[in-house]
């Protein structure tokens, strides 16, 4: 049986990494990732990933929406930045408005990780009922006190797990 928890830090921690991160919402919804963290504890956030050097932040968050949803997107606006640290992990991660032309989304892959450890276990449009019915530490930090769905495109600064607040 593979040790996730010891793949994720060896994968992913260590250092700091840039994520990009697409918030799709169609028809009052937004499609939400859920990955195995190990033991039995699931993660929910919006579809993304780590920047590829060389790369711009917009095509970075083409190919992981693409390799976790199979969809195609447009990047349209920037809307915040989050900072992620509890060691081994640190993350800070940007924000973006995305838009499709109305694909459906598929369980997609982590190409990073073997196939015996893959991390996207579901991929679904969620309403606010559904995502606030999720305890929020199976939930990223921007999700737990959301009002509308909307908030997320409004939102603008800087966000971290300190002092759970925009500056």
């Not at 991660?93 to 015996?116: M, R």
């Not at 939930?139 to 509308?148: E, R």
């Amino acid at each position: 049986m593979p040790n996730i928890e010891k793949e994720i830090s060896d994968k992913f921690g260590g250092r700091l990494r840039v994520r990009v991160n697409g918030v799709l919402i169609k028809e009052d919804k937004i499609l939400m990732i859920r990955h195995d963290m190990g033991q039995g504890r699931s993660f929910w956030n919006v579809p993304g990933g780590g920047m590829k050097f060389g790369s711009p932040a917009t095509a970075n968050l083409a190919r992981e929406f693409a390799e976790e949803t199979g969809l195609e997107i447009r990047v349209e606006k920037f809307l915040f930045t989050f900072e992620y640290l509890d060691r081994p992990l640190h993350a800070v991660e940007l924000f973006f408005e995305v838009s499709t032309n109305g694909q459906n989304p598929q369980l997609g892959h982590d190409p990073e990780l073997p196939a015996g450890t893959q991390l996207i276990q579901e991929v679904k449009f969620m309403d606010l009922d559904e995502l606030q019915s999720i305890p929020n530490e199976a939930k990223h930090q921007v999700f737990w006190d959301l009002k509308s769905l909307n908030d997320v495109r409004i939102w603008k600064g800087y966000f971290n797990f300190e002092n759970k607040c925009i500056k």
